[in-house]
């Protein structure tokens, strides 16, 4: 099982982008997906989560600007980031939590990181 994530880019301030994580493999179920970023020396940090119940779970920061989804059937997750400001910019993880495939478990897998820059 991998994770794949993608949409990153260079936004000015205010702007707004996608990111899309997608989960490749024989997966029967996976418990949470979400997002996490880590900026220049900072430690890295909660984004957004969503259960497979579609219970979400957001950062204060991102809270009224950034909207979580899933896709269950194709194992994808989204980050919907609108209204973006600079200090959002850091490298954008996706994360799942409770993977079960091919009769196998994982507690957590991460993807590859996907650099978002917002210019202000």
């Known amino acids: 099982v991998q994770l794949q994530a993608s949409g990153g880019g260079l936004v000015q301030a205010g702007g707004s982008l996608r990111l899309s994580c997608a989960a490749s493999?024989?997966?029967?179920?996976?418990?949470?997906m979400g997002w996490y970023r880590q900026a220049p020396g900072k430690e890295r940090e909660l984004v957004a989560t969503v259960t497979s119940g579609a219970t979400t779970n957001y950062a204060d920061s991102v809270k009224g600007r950034f909207t979580i989804s899933r896709d269950s059937a194709k194992n994808t997750v989204y980050l919907q980031m609108n209204s973006l400001k600079p200090e959002d910019t850091a490298v954008y993880y996706c994360?799942?939590?409770?993977?079960?495939?091919?009769?196998?478990?994982?507690?957590?897998?991460w993807g590859q990181g996907t650099l978002v820059t917002v210019s202000s």
């Open positions: 994360n799942a939590a409770g993977i079960t495939w091919s009769g196998r478990y994982e507690s957590e897998l």
């Open positions: 493999g024989k997966i029967f179920r996976i418990n949470v």
